[in-house]
C-alpha cells in the first residue's frame, strides 16, 4: 500500500513537471519569436532556417491546451476495465505525440508520464500487455528525436528560439529547460524503483499467501481425516444401537415365549406349538429389524404403519410372547413429527418395556403420549421391581435412550421409587401440529 502511494504521488509530481517543461518550451519558442519581431531580424532568421515554423501564438495554446487535457486524463484515470483502461493509454500516447510534434520534438518526457501511468493504470494486468505498450512508447521515444526526424521532414530546432537571446540569457533558458527534463527523468527513475519493489512485494505477499493456503489445505485434510473418523465412531454406534435394540428386544420376547412354552408343553402340547409358532414370528420380525438397521433403513412396522401403528403392533407381538398386559395411551394423533423423532420415540418405548420384563419382571406397563404445550411427553411406567434413584445403573441402553432424546434437545428421566417411571420431553416446532 505504502509504495502504490508513493507511485501515486511521484506520478502527480511527473505530470505537473511535465505540463511546466511543456508550457516553458512552448513561451521560449513564443518569446524567441516576438524577440527576433521586435529586433527586424525576421527576415534574416526566415533565411537561416530549413523550414518556416508555425504560428507560435498557435503554438503555445495548442501545447497548453493538449497538455491540459493530457493532465486531466492521467490525474483522473483510475483502474477499470481492460478495454477501458487500453483505449484510454492509446488516447493518451496520441495527446503526447502531439504535443511533442507540436513543439518540434521537445519534451519527449512526457512518453516517459504516459508510460509510468500506463505501468499504475495497469498494475492487474497481465504482463504481456504492459510489456506490449511499454515497447510502443520507447519506441516512439527514440523515433522522436531532432537527429531522426529531420532527415526526412523539415523541422526547426528549439534550440533556434535559445539562440536568439543574449549568451547569458540564452544559457540560463537552456539550463532551465534541462533542468525540468532531468528532473522529470528522475522521478520517472524513482517511480520504476518503486513499481519494481512493489512487483516484488506482491510476489512475496503470494508466495506467503500460496503457503498459508497449503497450511490450511493440510490442516483441512487432517480436519476431513478426524471428521471421516467421528463419522464412522458415530456410524458404528448408531449400528450397535440399533442392533441391541432390535435384537435386545427381540431375544427378550423370544426368553420369555420359551419359559411360557416349557410350563405348558407337558399339560397342552397344541398350546406349546402355537406359542412356539408365536415365537417363530417374532424372531422373523426381528431379523427383519436387523437387517434394516445394517442398511440403516428404519423398522419395517414404524416405515409401514407409522408411530402409532408400529407402537400397537410392537405391543401386540410383545404380549403375544410374555405374560405382560401393556396399556398405550396415544394423545399425540395432532402430530405430524419427522422420522428422526419417530425413531427415537418409538426406540424409547421398546427398550423401556424390553427393560420392564427383562430387569423388572414387570406383569404390567402403561404406555402414555400427550401433548404439553410445545413438548411432547412420553411416559412408560410398570409394577416390575422398582431401585431406590441413587442406585438407578446407566447400562448400555439408558445410555442409548438418553443419547437419542439428547439428540432432540429433549431431557430424559428415570424414576424407581414405584415400579420404574421412564419420562422423556421433547420438544416441538410449529410445523410439527398437524392442521
Known amino acids: 500500500m505504502n509504495n502504490i502511494l508513493a507511485m501515486k504521488r511521484i506520478r502527480q509530481a511527473m505530470t505537473a513537471l511535465s505540463f511546466l517543461l511543456v508550457l516553458y518550451t512552448a513561451g521560449v519558442m513564443l518569446a524567441g519569436s516576438l524577440h527576433i519581431v521586435e529586433s527586424g531580424e525576421s527576415s534574416s532568421f526566415l533565411q537561416s532556417i530549413p523550414h518556416a515554423p508555425s504560428s507560435p501564438w498557435m503554438v503555445f495554446w495548442l501545447s497548453f491546451i493538449l497538455c491540459s487535457l493530457l493532465s486531466w486524463l492521467i490525474l483522473n484515470t483510475a483502474q477499470g476495465s481492460k478495454s477501458g483502461i487500453l483505449l484510454c493509454a492509446g488516447f493518451k500516447t496520441l495527446l503526447a505525440c502531439i504535443i511533442i510534434w507540436n513543439v518540434n520534438l521537445s519534451c519527449r518526457p512526457l512518453l516517459l508520464l504516459v508510460f509510468s501511468d500506463v505501468l499504475y493504470t495497469m498494475r492487474g494486468f497481465q504482463a504481456r500487455y504492459m510489456v506490449g505498450i511499454g515497447s510502443i512508447l520507447t519506441g516512439l521515444y527514440l523515433l522522436f528525436s531532432y537527429e531522426v526526424i529531420t532527415p526526412m521532414i523539415p523541422m526547426v530546432s528549439t534550440g533556434v528560439y535559445f539562440s536568439v537571446f543574449e549568451h547569458s540569457t540564452s544559457s540560463l533558458l537552456a ?249 422423556a420431553r421433547i420438544p416441538l416446532t410449529k410445523g410439527e401440529y398437524r392442521e
Open 175 to 423: 539550463f532551465g529547460q534541462s533542468l525540468l527534463e532531468s528532473a522529470t527523468l528522475v522521478l520517472f527513475i524513482a517511480f520504476m524503483c518503486e513499481f519494481l519493489i512493489d512487483l516484488h512485494q506482491e510476489k512475496e505477499n503470494i508466495a506467503q499467501e500460496l503457503n498459508m493456503m497449503n497450511r490450511v489445505n493440510e490442516d483441512l485434510r487432517h480436519y476431513a481425516q478426524m471428521t471421516e473418523q467421528i463419522a464412522e465412531s458415530r456410524e458404528r454406534k448408531r449400528l450397535a444401537r440399533e442392533i441391541h435394540d432390535t435384537l435386545g428386544h427381540a431375544l427378550t420376547g423370544i426368553a420369555a415365549g420359551i419359559d411360557a412354552t416349557l410350563v405348558i408343553m407337558d399339560k397342552n402340547p397344541e398350546m406349546a406349538k402355537s406359542q412356539l409358532h408365536l415365537v417363530r414370528q417374532v424372531v422373523s420380525e426381528g431379523i427383519g429389524d436387523v437387517r434394516a438397521s445394517l442398511q440403516k433403513l428404519r423398522p419395517g412396522a414404524l416405515e409401514q404403519r407409522g408411530l402409532k401403528g408400529a407402537l400397537e403392533k410392537m405391543i401386540r407381538e410383545f404380549e403375544s410372547v410374555t405374560a405382560m398386559t401393556i396399556d398405550l395411551d396415544y394423545q399425540a394423533d395432532s402430530l405430524d413429527v419427522d422420522k428422526a423423532k419417530e425413531d427415537v420415540c418409538f426406540r424409547l418405548v421398546q427398550e423401556s418395556i424390553t427393560n420392564a420384563r427383562r430387569h423388572g419382571v414387570a406383569t404390567h406397563a402403561a404406555v402414555r403420549f400427550a401433548v404439553d404445550g410445545d413438548w411432547l411427553v412420553i411416559t412408560v411406567r410398570d409394577n416390575g421391581r422398582g431401585l431406590p434413584q441413587k442406585t438407578i445403573t446407566y447400562g448400555y441402553g439408558l445410555t442409548q435412550m438418553e443419547e437419542n432424546v439428547s439428540s432432540l434437545h429433549g431431557t430424559l428421566h428415570f424414576d424407581g421409587s414405584d415400579g420404574f417411571l421412564t419420562e
